[in-house]
């Protein structure tokens, strides 16, 4: 399952993750990412601090995000690992998926800051 919330500021608009960031679930961030850039010019920011996986495909969209000028906020050592990679140049070949735990779910959820 993946979590997404919106934290919509004058400053920065940021997507705030939890759960895992691998095959289905990473559509959910690029929709999300693509109806702000249609109407925000303000930085965007990525935080990472809750996502417990990454695949190969997750790890494409957030490097897509890198090139279009999106930061990361990175707590959790395997994931900060995968953020200085993508940051340092094109992703690696051979991409594998990395988990600190595990953690089921099938609906993602998206929420805006302002919601209850």
Same mark, same amino acid.
């Given at each position: 399952?993946?979590?997404?919330? @919106?934290? =919509?500021?004058? &400053?920065?608009?940021?997507? #705030? ?12 961030? #690029? ?7 249609? %109407?925000? #010019?303000? +930085?965007?920011?990525? *935080?990472?601090? &809750?996502?417990?996986?990454? *695949?190969? $495909? /997750?790890?494409?969209?957030? !490097?897509?995000? %890198?090139?279009? /000028?999106?930061?990361? @906020? $990175?707590? =959790? ?7 200085? &990679? @993508?940051?340092?140049?094109? +992703? +690696?070949?051979?991409?594998? !998926?990395? !988990?600190?735990? /595990?953690?089921? /779910?099938?609906?993602?959820? @998206?929420?805006? &800051? *302002?919601?209850?």
């Amino acid at each position: 399952m993946l979590r997404v919330t @919106i934290h =919509d500021k004058p &400053e920065a608009l940021t997507f #705030q993750l939890e759960g895992r960031l691998v095959g289905p679930w990473v559509r959910v961030l #690029q929709e999300c990412w693509q109806d702000a850039t249609r %109407h925000r #010019q303000r +930085p965007l920011y990525v *935080d990472l601090t &809750e996502v417990t996986s990454i *695949d190969a $495909a /997750g790890r494409a969209c957030l !490097s897509t995000l %890198h090139r279009e /000028g999106v930061k990361f @906020i $990175a707590s =959790d050592c395997l994931i900060k690992d995968i953020v200085e &990679e @993508i940051t340092r140049g094109p +992703p +690696p070949k051979g991409e594998r !998926s990395t !988990s600190r735990r /595990g953690g089921a /779910g099938n609906t993602p959820t @998206i929420l805006r &800051e *302002d919601e209850p």
